[in-house]
């Protein structure tokens, strides 16, 4: 089992930044990928980026330039860092934690991104 614990959401005007936190516990030597997934009201959830246990990343294309994934061992954490942030950011910011060997997916309870002037 994974337990995944997101943090960092708030409001902020549009160009402005925000870092989101995503602390893994549990059986986290079998995560392979951890990633950022968000769900807009009446819209599907989309990934936003993800990051291998070898460090490979990888965006969706809405933030590339603008997002970075980056991750802390040490620490067991994944983060977002969030850049020029745009209005049709706004979503809930899910963290998620993939486990190839059972086909499993853990998620976090969510954090809400609001982008608005």
């Known amino acids: 089992q994974v337990q995944l614990v997101e943090s960092g959401g708030g409001l902020v005007q549009p160009g402005g930044s925000l870092r989101l936190s995503c602390a893994a516990s549990?059986?986290?030597?079998?995560?392979?990928?951890m990633g950022w997934y968000r769900q807009a009201p009446g819209k599907q959830r989309e990934l936003v980026a993800t990051i291998t246990s070898a460090g490979t990343t990888n965006y969706a294309d809405s933030v590339k330039g603008r997002f970075t994934i980056s991750r802390d061992n040490a620490k067991n954490t994944v983060y977002l860092q969030m850049n020029s942030l745009k209005p049709e950011d706004t979503a809930v910011y899910l963290c998620n934690a993939a486990v190839w060997s059972t086909f499993r997916n853990y998620w976090g309870q969510g954090t809400q991104v609001t982008v608005s002037s």
């Open positions: 549990g059986s986290i030597d079998s995560i392979n990928r």
